[in-house]
């Protein structure tokens, strides 16, 4: 798996640096990611959310739960969602780690996008990009139903200086659909602008 953070995954020649710019807005942008899918696909985002549950001692001491979401007070929930342009199949896999109190108090419904839901509360966020990867996994190629490798973020949501939540996105290569191709054409050498 490659891994950078978002500065470092802009330098010459890195794989970020070589995706058409369709490519590196959606994994670097600072936007709502589901905002961004119904504006490049003319569809409405629906959320399919495929887990949502408090973490035990155990598991939070168990390496699934990455060192970021330490810095988020416990206890921890997880949320587990898939993104789709209603109809189809799925563009984005997130998880997603929060406090369970602000669980309750800005996400009461689970199957509501993210942006919706601190949007309907007046919830202003800024959100901190901490690393960009690329990678293969066979339980994402089965649950987003199509072979990687796969670009991926995480980042916080800071409120008030603080961590919300810690948030981790996964994008289809099918976005290649409204995106275009992750890599840009090579322009011939003799290609010129303009009409001759």
């Not at 919706?116 to 994402?140: C, F």
Request: charge should be positive; glycine fraction near 8%; proline fraction near 9%.
């Amino acid at each position: 798996m490659r891994k950078g953070t978002s500065e470092s995954v802009l330098a010459p020649g890195s794989p970020v640096a070589q995706l058409s710019p369709t490519w590196r807005m959606m994994l670097l942008s600072d936007g709502s990611v589901t905002r961004h899918l119904e504006l490049i696909t003319g569809g409405e985002t629906t959320v399919e959310c495929t887990q949502m549950r408090e973490l035990g001692q155990e598991e939070m001491e168990a390496a699934a739960v990455p060192a970021a979401a330490q810095r988020i007070p416990s206890p921890l929930l997880q949320r587990q969602v898939l993104l789709r342009s209603s109809p189809g199949p799925p563009l984005v896999y997130a998880a997603s780690w929060w406090c369970a109190a602000t669980v309750r108090r800005y996400l009461r419904d689970s199957d509501m996008p993210i942006w919706k839901s601190l949007g309907a509360g007046r919830v202003e966020v800024y959100r901190e990009i901490l690393d960009v990867y690329q990678g293969h996994n066979p339980r994402l190629e089965a649950l987003l139903q199509h072979p990687g490798p796969f670009w991926g973020r995480s980042y916080f949501f800071l409120h008030g200086g603080r961590p919300l939540t810690l948030i981790h996105e996964v994008f289809s290569p099918r976005l290649e659909e409204h995106l275009g191709p992750q890599r840009p054409a090579a322009r011939t050498r003799g290609a010129r602008r303009g009409v001759e």
